[in-house]
């Protein structure tokens, strides 16, 4: 047996993450497991959505957590790592001066993927080894600054696409209704061509709406009861959900728009239920990592 740390680092729009995942080579047996995840709320998207850059600010912050994401995974022997920023980093005007600082400063190389990238790193999870033939599978991650989006039948990748609507910018007010209306039409289209289309949903604020609806994980949850969430979510004070719901303060403000918008990609695709498997982009880059690894071995 063989036990291998991989790491993944995900700077998005509202926090900054590193996942560290042991993986247990047996054999022929492959399994992997979460370690720990830190969660930085740097939330980069306030700056760039409404200035177009990064503040110095921002950037002294960033550089700190990275320096600190570089110290424990040297701390803890890990063996590959990636980092990878998504939709606020790839905005920002000088966001390719902010990656030229922090591997000056910190020595950890940042790639800025575009949303195609993002998605198919998304995929990589494989969330559902053995698709169900006789449904189609809206993959849906809520993300900060945008929203991706893959639509895969019978374990292949139909169609994959990335929106600019993200929950930093909702909470700010500066999304056009042309942007909804490209995403609504997006969707009706699959729905008009699929059927039978069960939605994945992954991200922070989706992960929460699970754990506060006490289901099981990786379960489909039926729409009813995510609603049902929803609204008890929102009959709270943004004081309240933070101290009687126990939210984090980036999450409890920006899980009201998260879900509305959720709320309209489960109507626009006609879907009656969600699977939560509780993964994401960091997920898909330990997955894409590791493969990688097995390949140059």
Known sequence: MKLLKFAAIDIGTNAVRILFTNIIEDDN????????????????????FTTGKIS???????????IAFKNLMEVQDVVRYRACATSAMREATNGMQVVKK?????GITIDIIDGKDEAEIIYNNRVIESPDNKHSYLYVD??????????????????????????????????????LNSLKNWLTGIKKNYKNIEL?????????????????????????????????????SYKDRIKILGLNPDRADVIIPA???????????GTKEIIVPKVGIADGIVKQLYSEYRLKK
Do not use: H
């Open 56 to 66: 110095e600010i921002k950037q002294e912050k960033l550089v700190l957590a990275m």
């Open 200 to 236: 994945i949903g992954s991200g922070g604020n989706i992960n929460k709406l699970l754990k506060l609806s006490r289901e099981k994980e990786g379960k489909p949850l039926p729409i009813k009861v995510l609603k049902d969430v929803y609204d008890t979510i929102k009959s709270y």
């Open 29 to 48: 047996e492959v399994s992997f497991t979460k370690s720990s995840i830190i969660r930085v709320p740097i939330r980069l998207g306030t700056d760039v």
């Open 142 to 179: 809520i993300g900060g600054g945008s929203t991706e989006i893959t639509l895969f039948s019978k374990g292949e990748i139909i169609a994959s696409k990335s929106f600019n609507i993200g929950t930093i910018r909702l909470l700010n007010n500066t999304i056009d209704s042309g942007k």
């Open 102 to 106: 922090i591997k000056e400063e910190s």
């Open 259 to 269: 879900s509305d918008l959720l709320f309209k990609i489960i109507k626009w695709s």
